[in-house]
């Protein structure tokens, strides 16, 4: 079936400095990637739709200098936190579905954790 | 847009009671109606889902049922065992092309 790799699974770094986070789509093309935010027992807060070739969605409230989502080729989405601080600490998971269209099933990856000292 | 009302959110049955999860959903344009399974510190994996132009759907001890004249969809689990502990979430899709997902039911089944 549909596999998303969402890289790393566990973060731990110092306030201030950014973060990488890679989704990719290993065996199906996704022009449609979404991102969002889960605290513990709580549901999936959509951050944005990430959108091959073109600028990414955001949610209201979510900052799109803080959170820079790219997303350069239909295997790939990153989401960068820019500078980051504790309160930025969560986890972090991507999905996509395999037509794009969002009446498919979503595949998600694994998830990061952030942890920011 | 569409808002999706989940209930309830923590849910605790003996091993081999049944358990049901109720959603309903505010987009009469939705269409499509996945249920996805989060075990702890895990990706959220679909289990079931339904589309608009069916009324029920079962796979097994999971089943899904959805009355598009009220706007709401259930999940059933029946003889529930120990490894149904997770979080459920119902999620609708359609309308807009942005899934929108529940708030999430806890799940305990006790042994």
């Known amino acids: 079936g549909a596999v998303v790799s969402q890289h790393p699974s566990w973060v731990i770094c110092k306030s201030g400095t950014s973060v990488k986070i890679e989704c990719r789509s290993l065996d199906f093309q996704a022009t449609t990637m979404f991102w969002y935010r889960q605290f513990p027992k709580q549901s999936l807060m959509l951050m944005a739709t990430?959108?091959?070739?073109?600028?990414?969605?955001?949610e209201q409230g979510v900052e799109k200098d803080k959170f820079l989502i790219n997303h350069a080729s239909l295997t790939l989405s990153t989401l960068t936190v820019t500078s980051a601080h504790p309160e930025d600490s969560s986890f972090y998971i991507c999905s996509a579905g395999e037509s794009g269209d969002s009446n498919q099933p979503q595949h998600f990856g694994d998830g990061t954790r952030l942890s920011i000292l | 847009g569409e808002n999706v009302e989940q209930h309830p959110s923590t849910l605790s049955v003996q091993e081999g009671d049944s358990a049901v999860i109720k959603c309903t959903y505010s987009d009469s344009a939705s269409n499509y109606f996945p249920w996805y399974k989060q075990e702890l510190g895990k990706r959220p994996q679909l289990i079931i889902d339904?589309?608009?132009?069916?009324g029920e759907k079962k796979d097994q001890r999971i089943a899904v049922t959805l009355n598009k004249t009220a706007k709401h969809f259930s999940l059933h689990i029946t003889e529930t065992q120990p490894e149904d502990s997770a979080v459920y979430f119902c999620?609708?899709?359609?309308?807009?092309?942005?899934?929108?997902f529940g708030r999430g039911t806890s799940l305990i089944v006790h042994p």
């Open positions: 999620a609708a899709s359609g309308g807009s092309y942005i899934p929108t």
């Open positions: 339904i589309r608009s132009n069916v």
């Open positions: 990430s959108n091959e070739g073109s600028k990414a969605t955001y």
